[in-house]
């Protein structure tokens, strides 16, 4: 990996790296927006892009061809509107808090309507500026976290005044179940979410995220919003994953020893060795968005052989027992696969009861963040 695409501790000093492939982001970006057309595709880069960095995954995005942007706070459009041509919309997923609309509206960025008192308040503030101030709105179709009753959204769209000062961009709901194919939800969400915008003219419709966009035809409307498949996790449950990696992560080896049978590891010594074994202490912990959940759990992996965590997970390293690997095969300073081709995303967080989301938008500032374009 050339230095000059690194940024972040050196090689030397860091004790994890991070490396992010911008092609297999790209590639991702064109296979999902392949997947929804003639839908427009948007691209869903809250949590700072899942957590590989909006600096980095906008530009690549837009470089695919993406032209409809997500973000979930005001203070997120703030640092991605200038990442964007000004006709590219952007728009706020939570929408925009009582106050917090001249915040919202100086970014550039639409807000998501998600209740008739936001839909309300950004009406006043668009008369009070007098001037029209589009947005989104949203519907409950059943997951009950975000948007507006069917009936509510209908009295907004009906409400001449309201069209034309807050014009609508589009109109949107969500899915609660859109990961698990097969889940009865889904048909029941997009039978309401019809119903409700049935006879609303003139505007795009949008309800799929990643997992949505790949239930089929029906679900796709006008705009499909995806996020967790550009980052290369897997948007469906079951089944082979059709996106490809994009972050990796390795650990350095900072301590290498053997113990004898008998021995104890880690925090709360809840690990004992039942034979000599030989241990790597590796620089990355749950500081690091490591999950403490994986403590005699989880693996490493190192030439294609497993090595099972051991012991607890701690604030700034971990132990692996590397007894699998030839003796001498390791040295202080050698890195250890964390996330990578034997480790995909969707296997560690499952293995720390948790979702490839929460894993990538946990990791941590220490790492050494290397970026590979392979264009
Ligand atoms: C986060 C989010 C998305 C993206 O979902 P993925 O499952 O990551 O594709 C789409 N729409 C809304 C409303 C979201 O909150």
Same mark, same amino acid.
């Given at each position: 990996?050339? @230095?000059? %695409?690194?940024?972040?501790?050196?090689? +030397?000093? =860091?004790?994890? #790296?991070? $490396?992010?492939? /911008? *092609?297999?982001?790209?590639?991702?970006?064109?296979?999902?927006?392949?997947?929804?057309?003639?839908?427009?595709?948007?691209?869903?880069?809250?949590?700072?892009?899942?957590?590989?960095?909006?600096?980095?995954?906008?530009?690549?995005?837009?470089?695919?061809?993406?032209?409809?942007?997500?973000?979930?706070?005001?203070?997120?459009?703030?640092?991605?509107?200038?990442?964007?041509?000004?006709?590219?919309?952007?728009?706020?997923?939570?929408?925009?808090?009582?106050?917090?609309?001249?915040?919202?509206?100086?970014?550039?960025?639409?807000?998501?309507?998600?209740?008739?008192?936001?839909?309300?308040?950004?009406?006043?503030?668009?008369?009070?500026?007098?001037?029209?101030?589009?947005?989104?709105?949203?519907?409950?179709?059943?997951?009950?976290?975000?948007?507006? @009753?069917? %009936?509510?959204?209908?009295?907004?769209? +009906?409400? =001449?005044?309201? #069209?034309? $000062?807050?014009? /609508? *961009?589009?109109?949107?709901?969500?899915?609660?179940?859109?990961?698990?194919?097969?889940?009865?939800?889904?048909?029941?969400?997009?039978?309401?979410?019809?119903?409700?915008?049935?006879?609303?003219?003139?505007?795009?419709?949008?309800?799929?995220?990643?997992?949505?966009?790949?239930?089929?035809?029906?679900?796709?409307?006008?705009?499909?919003?995806?996020?967790?498949?550009?980052?290369?996790?897997?948007?469906?449950?079951?089944?082979?994953?059709?996106?490809?990696?994009?972050?990796?992560?390795?650990?350095?080896?900072?301590?290498?020893?053997?113990?004898?049978?008998?021995?104890?590891?880690?925090?709360?010594?809840?690990?004992?060795?039942?034979?000599?074994?030989?241990?790597?202490?590796?620089?990355?912990?749950?500081?690091?968005?490591?999950?403490?959940?994986?403590?005699?759990?989880?693996?490493?992996?190192?030439?294609?052989?497993?090595?099972?965590?051991?012991?607890?997970?701690?604030?700034?390293?971990?132990?692996?027992?590397?007894?699998?690997?030839?003796?001498?095969?390791?040295?202080?300073?050698?890195?250890?696969?964390?996330?990578?081709?034997?480790?995909?995303?969707?296997?560690?967080?499952?293995?720390?009861?948790?979702?490839?989301?929460?894993?990538?938008?946990?990791?941590?500032?220490?790492?050494?963040?290397?970026?590979?374009?392979?264009?």
């Amino acid at each position: 990996m050339p @230095a000059a %695409d690194c940024t972040g501790p050196a090689e +030397e000093t =860091a004790g994890g #790296r991070l $490396t992010i492939d /911008l *092609a297999a982001l790209r590639a991702n970006y064109i296979y999902l927006a392949e997947a929804a057309a003639p839908a427009r595709c948007a691209a869903v880069v809250k949590a700072d892009a899942y957590g590989i960095g909006v600096a980095r995954a906008v530009p690549a995005l837009l470089a695919a061809g993406c032209r409809d942007f997500f973000v979930a706070q005001t203070s997120e459009a703030a640092a991605v509107r200038p990442l964007l041509p000004a006709d590219v919309p952007l728009y706020v997923l939570n929408g925009v808090d009582p106050g917090g609309e001249r915040a919202l509206s100086a970014t550039g960025a639409m807000p998501v309507l998600n209740s008739p008192g936001q839909a309300r308040r950004w009406q006043a503030f668009a008369e009070l500026e007098t001037r029209a101030l589009p947005a989104a709105l949203q519907i409950d179709s059943g997951m009950s976290r975000l948007g507006m @009753a069917p %009936d509510e959204a209908r009295a907004l769209w +009906e409400d =001449a005044a309201f #069209r034309r $000062t807050v014009p /609508l *961009a589009l109109v949107m709901s969500h899915l609660a179940c859109a990961d698990e194919a097969g889940a009865a939800a889904n048909g029941e969400q997009l039978t309401r979410f019809r119903a409700a915008t049935d006879g609303i003219a003139g505007v795009p419709l949008g309800l799929a995220n990643s997992g949505g966009t790949l239930l089929g035809d029906a679900f796709r409307f006008d705009l499909v919003r995806v996020g967790i498949g550009l980052y290369g996790g897997a948007p469906n449950d079951g089944g082979a994953n059709p996106m490809r990696a994009v972050v990796g992560l390795a650990a350095k080896v900072i301590q290498l020893r053997t113990i004898a049978a008998g021995t104890r590891v880690g925090y709360g010594l809840t690990y004992a060795a039942d034979a000599p074994t030989r241990l790597a202490t590796l620089a990355v912990g749950y500081a690091d968005g490591w999950p403490r959940a994986l403590g005699n759990r989880g693996a490493a992996f190192h030439a294609g052989v497993r090595l099972p965590i051991v012991g607890r997970v701690s604030m700034d390293s971990m132990i692996v027992d590397v007894t699998a690997l030839a003796e001498g095969a390791l040295a202080e300073g050698d890195w250890i696969e964390l996330i990578g081709p034997d480790r995909p995303i969707d296997t560690v967080a499952a293995e720390a009861g948790t979702i490839a989301y929460e894993l990538l938008t946990n990791l941590g500032s220490r790492y050494r963040v290397c970026v590979a374009d392979d264009a």
